[in-house]
C-alpha cells in the first residue's frame, strides 16, 4: 500500500505532460536564388494542412507531424517572365503540386533542432535537411519556422536561362513561416 501510495504521489509531483493536440496550419514560403546576373526572391502559400504537435514540457521539446501541399501556380515571384520560366521549370501542367512531409520530429521548444523532410517536387521525392524553430504556441495559436535548401539538380530540374549566358543557381533556399489555429 506504502509503495501505491508513494508512486501516486511521484506521478502527481511530475510535471504535466501537455496532450498531443491538432492545427490547422497553414505556411506561409519565401524562396531565394541567384543566377548570374542578379538574385530574385518569391513566395507562396500553402494549402492549409493538418499539423499534429505534443508539447513535452519534461523534456523541452515539441514533437511533430505534418504532410503539406503547395500549388505550383501559386508561386510567384512579381517577375513575369521569370515566373513563366519557373512554372515551366517545374512542370506545372502535369505537375500542379508540391509535397511536403515531416514525419514524427522533436525539436527543443525554445531553440532550433534539425528535421529530415520528405519533399516531392514533379516525380522526384528526397529527403532534404531541414531547420525548425522559433516554436510559440499563444492560446489556441501556433507558430514556428521551417528553413531548408532546394537543389535543383537533385530533383532533376534544368533551371532557366537567358540566352545560354544568365543561368540560375542551383540551390534555392526556401523558409516558411507556419501559423496554425488549435483544434
Not at 46 to 66: C, D, Y
Not at 168 to 177: N, P, Q, S
Request: hydrophobic fraction near 40%; include cysteine; glycine fraction near 8%.
Amino acid at each position: 500500500m506504502n509503495r501505491i501510495l508513494s508512486l501516486l504521489c511521484l506521478f502527481l509531483l511530475l510535471p504535466p505532460r501537455s496532450p498531443a493536440g491538432t492545427a490547422e496550419t497553414t505556411a506561409f514560403i519565401a524562396f531565394q536564388g541567384t543566377s548570374t546576373l542578379h538574385s530574385f526572391e518569391g513566395t507562396a502559400v500553402s494549402r492549409p494542412f493538418l499539423l499534429t504537435f505534443e508539447e513535452i514540457p519534461e523534456t523541452g521539446q515539441v514533437r511533430l507531424s505534418a504532410a503539406a501541399a503547395l500549388n505550383v501556380s501559386a508561386m510567384s515571384t512579381a517577375h513575369k517572365k521569370r515566373d513563366k520560366n519557373m512554372l515551366e521549370m517545374l512542370g506545372q501542367k502535369e505537375f500542379e503540386l508540391i509535397y511536403g512531409t515531416l514525419p514524427e520530429t522533436a525539436f527543443p521548444i525554445s531553440g532550433r533542432g534539425g528535421a529530415r523532410l520528405r519533399l516531392r517536387i514533379r516525380d522526384t521525392e528526397l529527403p532534404v535537411d531541414a531547420v525548425l524553430s522559433n516554436w510559440k504556441r499563444d492560446g489556441n495559436q501556433i507558430r514556428f519556422d521551417l528553413a531548408f535548401p532546394v537543389s535543383l539538380a537533385a530533383f532533376g530540374l534544368e533551371p532557366p536561362s537567358v540566352l545560354g549566358v544568365i543561368r540560375v543557381g542551383d540551390t534555392v533556399t526556401v523558409t516558411c513561416e507556419m501559423e496554425g489555429t488549435c483544434q
